[in-house]
């Protein structure tokens, strides 16, 4: 059975940037984490992927498939504030490129993948939300996930923020 993303991701991505996430979302299934891609943050940015865990830590990913992508990133700093974790998700030949200082190495995690799987390279040290923080992220999470699924049983409904 052929697997084929959400028509909502990565649509102006190239396919190996669906690829990772494939790889990345079947690693994060088996960690019990369950993500949703190119979800909207309220500061006007868009995680790759979103995850929650069975605690309700969120995870933001941030794909990059292209070396001039990766080094160009300079908005990736804007998600941190609305996650517990935030992981670079790559494939192999640009893993070697996050060790460099300004990736800060020693926070963020790594994960190198392909379509079929995905390896966490460095774990990410968890920066817990505040509350409040917390309590919003969850209840957008939710209902961005809600609503994508509502939208599939009725593609009227649509998937505005």
């Not at 984490?33 to 929650?52: K, Q, S």
């Not at 893993?95 to 990736?103: K, T, V």
């Not at 379509?115 to 209840?139: F, G, T």
């Not at 939208?151 to 409904?157: I, R, T, Y």
Request: hydrophobic share 45%.
């Amino acid at each position: 059975m052929a697997t084929q993303l959400d028509s909502r991701c990565f649509t102006d991505a190239p396919p190996i940037a669906g690829e990772v996430a494939r790889g990345v979302t079947r690693l994060f299934c088996r960690q019990d984490l369950f993500a949703v891609c190119e979800m909207p943050l309220p500061n006007g940015r868009r995680a790759d992927l979103m995850a929650i865990d069975a605690k309700g830590a969120l995870t933001i990913v941030e794909i990059k498939v292209a070396k001039a992508d990766l080094l160009g990133d300079g908005k990736w700093l804007d998600y941190l504030d609305y996650c517990d974790r935030f992981f670079w998700a790559v494939p192999p030949h640009l893993a070697r490129i996050l060790e460099e200082e300004r990736y800060l190495p020693g926070q963020v995690g790594l994960i190198v993948a392909d379509r079929y799987d995905a390896a966490v390279i460095r774990e990410a040290v968890p920066r817990p939300m505040a509350p409040a923080r917390r309590k919003a992220e969850l209840l957008h999470f939710a209902r961005r996930a809600a609503r994508r699924l509502s939208a599939q049983v009725d593609p009227s409904l649509g998937d505005s923020n």
